[in-house]
């Protein structure tokens, strides 16, 4: 049985949602201009863009770019942070370029990328895995430099090769501080999944987005609007569920821990 | 058999000037003896417990495992940290049976095996806990049992029960001896407690401050097996704790005096 408080707790985004949705529906009632619908126009317009095969085709286009560039992403930043964060040599050779590139939007980068790779898949994944990156390495290599050395040690006595050490100790036990990166890294990779879309009009969910602006159909953007954002909160939530299950062992069962010598 | 020949530790500090912590030690360790280090903080008896792990290279000097120059960690040297260093993803079961899979055992056996420490440290019962879920004395316990299941030859303590409050780390000192009197294992033992060294000790190492010199050692001859309540009473007790106080007392005033 759930408490009261419990029960509101839980019920507290669906709310704040509904809450949002009333504003936005007064809202656009009484500023009644044509680019800014109402609440409900932009909800009605979601089921005929999900039922419109060629606007289906276009989303599932997109998730596949940010599920590579996510994947690619994750399979290359967590061992590069991992060995930033043990190797000082590794770690004075990347923090420069980190450094350097950490505050360039990525979406900046797609014109340069563009002249290079053309509009397609590659140049949009690519832009998604670099915008991943960065906080994965980030996380990863923090996670990583802040493994205690005697863990480390420990490791070593019972026999442990260099290798052996990085993979069963450093990454489990920096997992939790590398999973808080692939979260901003999951949320960046819609992010940029819809700016490379914006600026590459070729296919995809911001290129519906913003053909629809164009086009001055203001429901269709604001429905777009809601259905990236539903994504967004919907991997968050997944991610979330994922993590948790992974990382169980760093929060206690109890809230203080048992007193026994 | 431990001997640690000529070792010297220089630390380069910030601003490049270099900290000699340790400074020409030489000493042997017999098989199954129980020798404490005992020494100010500061003055490197950890460091020197180190480099017998094979976790520091010293700078100077070489000690050796059975005639054998020691070039990095292994297995037949268990270090327990006073930081427990528990692996915190591995249930109190997945901790202990860590070092005997990784040496080849098979699992159903490294769990027999695991489970009857576990019960032998007095945490029955606690299995399936991890960590987090435990108290310091608790997790002080499992990386004790961690560390004897892979069945090292010498057990390397830096301090273990540096980070306990005193009941605790009375009770964890009788059953360390319980635990060692089954079968005498070589015991290297780094505290900063005079009582603590006398209690568990054949021989007390006593260290003096940077740089560490070796000032004094102390052959305790108190009978075994020893029962802290007896000892407390016993004269011989009471004199080797006031004459190693004494000696660290003079290692300070060497310092205010130079």
Redesign the interface.
């Given at each position: 049985m759930m408490s009261g408080r419990k029960l509101i707790a839980s019920a507290a985004p669906l709310l704040v949602c509904l809450g949002l949705l009333g504003i936005w529906q007064i809202g656009a009632l009484v500023l009644n201009t044509d680019s800014f619908p109402t609440a409900l126009d932009a909800l009605r317009a979601v089921p005929s863009i999900l039922g419109d095969k060629e606007s289906l085709v276009n989303i599932l286009a997109s998730l596949r770019r940010m599920a590579i560039g996510f994947g690619v992403g994750l399979a290359v930043s967590i061992p590069l942070g991992l060995m930033m964060g043990r190797s000082r040599a590794v770690a004075s050779f990347f923090n420069p370029l980190l450094m350097i590139t950490y505050p360039v939007p990525k979406a900046a980068l797609m014109p340069i990328i563009m002249l290079w790779l053309g509009v397609g898949d590659i140049a949009k994944t690519l832009v998604i895995f670099l915008g991943v990156s960065l906080p994965v390495v980030f996380h990863s290599f923090q996670g990583a430099k802040a493994v205690?050395e005697?863990?480390l040690?420990?490791g070593?006595?019972?026999?442990?090769s260099a290798l052996q050490r990085m993979i069963r100790?450093v990454l489990?036990?920096a997992?939790p501080e590398i999973l808080t990166g692939c979260r901003t890294g999951l949320v960046l990779a819609l992010i940029t999944m819809i700016t490379s879309e914006m600026i590459a009009r070729q296919s995809g969910a911001g290129n519906i987005l913003f053909n629809a602006l164009d086009m001055g159909q203001y429901d269709t953007v604001f429905a777009m609007i809601i259905i990236v954002g539903a994504m967004g909160i919907g991997l968050d939530a997944a991610f979330e569920q994922l993590r948790k299950r992974l990382?169980r062992?760093?929060?206690?069962?109890?809230d203080l821990?048992?007193?026994?010598? | 058999m431990i001997e640690i020949d000529g070792v010297s530790q220089v630390f380069q500090t910030s601003g490049r000037q270099s900290h000699l912590a340790l400074s020409n030690i030489s000493l042997t360790v017999d098989d199954g003896a129980f020798v404490s280090i005992l020494g100010p903080s500061g003055c490197g008896k950890s460091t020197l417990l180190?480099i017998v792990?094979?976790?520091v290279t010293p700078s100077q000097g070489v000690a050796r495992m059975k005639g054998k120059a020691i070039t990095?960690?292994?297995?037949d040297?268990?270090?327990v940290?006073q930081?427990f260093?528990?692996?915190?993803?591995?249930s109190v079961l997945g901790n202990v049976m860590?070092?005997p899979r990784?040496?080849g055992v098979k699992p159903a056996e490294a769990e027999a095996q695991s489970r009857r420490l576990i019960e032998m440290v007095g945490l029955k019962g606690?299995e399936d806990?991890?960590p987090?879920?435990?108290?310091g004395?608790?997790k002080q316990r499992v990386a004790l049992a961690?560390?004897l299941a892979?069945h090292?030859a010498v057990l390397l303590m830096d301090e273990p029960f540096g980070a306990?409050d005193a009941?605790?780390r009375t009770?964890?000192q009788n059953d360390l001896l319980n635990i060692w009197e089954r079968d005498r294992k070589t015991v290297l033992f780094v505290t900063h407690s005079v009582e603590e060294a006398v209690f568990l000790s054949d021989k007390v190492i006593v260290m003096t401050r940077s740089p560490g010199r070796i000032k004094e050692v102390v052959d305790i001859d108190l009978p075994r097996p020893r029962r802290r309540a007896e000892l407390l009473l016993d004269p011989h007790y009471q004199k080797y704790v006031v004459d190693i106080e004494g000696m660290i007392d003079d290692t300070s005033e060497d310092e205010l005096h130079p």
């Open positions: 205690e005697k863990m040690w420990s070593a006595a019972m026999g442990l100790i489990p036990s997992l990382v062992w760093s929060e206690p069962r109890f821990p048992l007193s026994f010598s | 180190y792990g094979g976790f990095g960690p292994g297995p040297r268990g270090p940290f930081e260093a528990l692996f915190p993803w591995k860590y070092g990784q040496q606690f806990f991890y987090k879920e435990l108290s004395g608790m961690r560390t892979y090292p306990l009941h605790t009770r964890l």
